[in-house]
């Protein structure tokens, strides 16, 4: 079955850029897309499709997708981004897939 | 706009059965694969399978194969997911989500939005 790794948590200080990881063998053959879930919320999805942002997701979120890692990048961090971040995509064998969350801390 | 509400919280005895619901509006029900999630208490989120509200077809994680089932309603475009035999460890925020590409070749395999949650607690 297909697994996805993010590390358990990063730090990132006010105002810097986060850059939190996810990764999977070859991952960037698949389209991988991110959720960010904030205590006691639902996930709401940030990144599509490796680099796309929905309507209504800040700039300063962007993606990138290469290899064997995808990443997520948070630019110019403010306390509002702290939040789990959940990597997700879909495998032929194991159908949808999500990584072990990563805790964002905004120092 | 697309909205999912969920169904309420439950408290289940270990071997019983939950249903839970999501009421969609904002969109044609029909049109969209609709997703399970679960997410375990301090845990990430799992997927447990999806049905086509336009078919009724349906398809499970093998974890859960044999005791959830997800059947929907279209006259009140609603989706259900029912787990049977709970155990200790099914305790859990259940959450539905769309995904937002339609049907067939036009899925696109995210989730977009997402329902509120309903939490489920297996205690005896």
């Known amino acids: 079955s297909y697994e996805l790794t993010q590390p358990l948590s990063v730090s990132v200080a006010l105002g810097q850029t986060a850059r939190i990881t996810c990764g999977g063998n070859?991952?960037?053959?698949?389209?991988v897309h991110w959720y960010q879930q904030k205590p006691g919320q639902a996930p709401v999805l940030v990144i599509y499709?490796?680099?796309n942002r929905p309507s209504g997701i800040p700039e300063r979120f962007s993606g990138s997708n290469s290899g064997n890692t995808a990443t997520l990048t948070i630019s110019r961090a403010q306390a509002g981004d702290e939040a789990d971040y959940y990597c997700q995509v879909w495998d032929s064998s194991t159908a949808v897939v999500f990584g072990g969350g990563t805790k964002l801390t905004v120092l | 706009q697309v909205q999912l509400v969920q169904s309420g919280a439950e408290v289940k005895k270990p071997g019983a059965s939950v249903k839970v619901s999501c009421k969609a509006s904002?969109?044609?029900?029909?049109?969209?694969?609709m997703h399970w999630v679960r997410q375990a208490p301090g845990q990430g989120l799992e997927w447990m399978g999806r049905i086509n509200p336009n078919s009724g077809g349906t398809n499970y994680a093998q974890k859960f194969q044999g005791r959830v089932t997800m059947t929907r309603d279209t006259s009140i475009s609603t989706a259900y997911m029912e787990l049977s035999r709970l155990r200790s460890d099914d305790t859990a925020v259940y959450y539905c989500?769309?995904?937002?590409?339609?049907?067939?070749?036009?899925?696109?395999?995210?989730?977009?939005?997402w329902g509120q949650g309903t939490l489920v607690t297996v205690s005896s």
């Open positions: 989500a769309r995904d937002p590409g339609g049907l067939g070749d036009y899925e696109l395999n995210w989730f977009d939005p």
């Open positions: 904002g969109y044609t029900f029909t049109g969209y694969y």
């Open positions: 070859n991952i960037g053959s698949k389209n």
């Open positions: 499709r490796d680099s």
